[in-house]
């Protein structure tokens, strides 16, 4: 009889990303395991073409937190092989599991990293991101061939956190004059007017970009960003996803970077530039460049 996995994902997306390198290594570790995802509403589209999945249950918030008691009634009824929770709600021990993890705080390590930790998975996967056929195809349609593009997410759940839209704008030009010569621009967000307006200076910068904020799916977004030879993002889950998808990625943060160690953006070429003083104006255009060519191995 297959294994049945139980997993409950962080809420934000640049955290549930952050969690999808265990899910991958269970999938593959575990031939023919069964996982049921737990995810928040912005997120679980993460998880729609994740090797091994059973299905996805969304979780939706109430204020009343009754949002657990109608998860535990949809979980209750089966045993579970192992029962992970990365939101520390305990739900691991209100039902039957023969293994039990439930997220804790390891201090020093990254956050990707502490989810390894809690399983036992050394050395730890680094994230994932997943897209099915149809994505792929879509993404091909947005963004066919024809030269580098540079992927650039300029919004970010706080504003503050938003690096100026001009030096986006600026550094696209320089790349695309520099090292991603003939480079063209594509601009990603979230759906929304509130992220739609954050993008909008941008847009407006580079009337030639190609435009996807709030048009896609989050599997199609991991399609759009895969085709890209560079993303530079505020810290944002588009940062991570950018990381997950595996290519080059340089994220821009100036806040809280006594904390910015456990969530920096984890890839095969990530990395950030972070500057302290909550003034995302501090990080200069040529500061962004170097970073860039730093994540692009040049």
């Not at 039990?100 to 036992?120: C, D, I, K, V």
């Not at 992220?195 to 759009?224: H, I, M, N, Q, Y």
Request: glycine share 10%.
């Amino acid at each position: 009889m297959s294994e049945k996995i139980l997993f409950v994902a962080p809420r934000m997306i640049g955290d549930a990303v952050m969690a999808c390198g265990i899910l991958d290594h269970l999938a593959r570790t575990r031939p023919g395991a069964r996982i049921t995802v737990a995810a928040a509403p912005e997120a679980a589209g993460l998880f729609t073409h994740m090797p091994g999945l059973d299905r996805v249950i969304v979780v939706r918030k109430r204020q009343t937190h009754t949002h657990w008691l109608a998860l535990w009634a949809a979980v209750v009824g089966t045993h579970w092989d192992m029962a992970v929770d990365l939101k520390g709600s305990g739900l691991p021990y209100a039902v039957l599991a023969r293994n039990r993890f439930m997220r804790r705080p390891m201090p020093g390590l990254r956050l990707y990293q502490q989810h390894a930790a809690l399983l036992g998975i050394d050395p730890a996967p680094l994230p994932v991101a997943w897209a099915g056929a149809a994505e792929r195809a879509r993404a091909a349609a947005l963004i066919p061939e024809g030269g580098p593009v540079v992927a650039l997410c300029p919004t970010a759940s706080w504003t503050p956190k938003m690096w100026p839209a001009e030096r986006f704008a600026a550094l696209f030009r320089r790349l695309a004059a520099g090292p991603l010569p003939g480079a063209r621009a594509a601009v990603f967000g979230g759906p929304g007017a509130r992220e739609r307006a954050g993008a909008a200076p941008l847009l407006a910068a580079l009337p030639d970009a190609v435009d996807l904020v709030g048009a896609l799916t989050l599997p199609e977004v991991s399609a759009c960003l895969a085709r890209c030879a560079l993303a530079v993002s505020n810290d944002s889950g588009l940062m991570h996803l950018a990381a997950a998808s595996g290519i080059p990625t340089l994220g821009l943060r100036a806040h809280f970077v006594d904390q910015a160690a456990r969530v920096e953006p984890a890839g095969r070429a990530a990395g950030w530039i972070l500057r302290g003083g909550d003034d995302m104006a501090a990080i200069g255009v040529a500061e962004a460049e170097d970073g860039c060519r730093r994540v692009l191995g040049l």
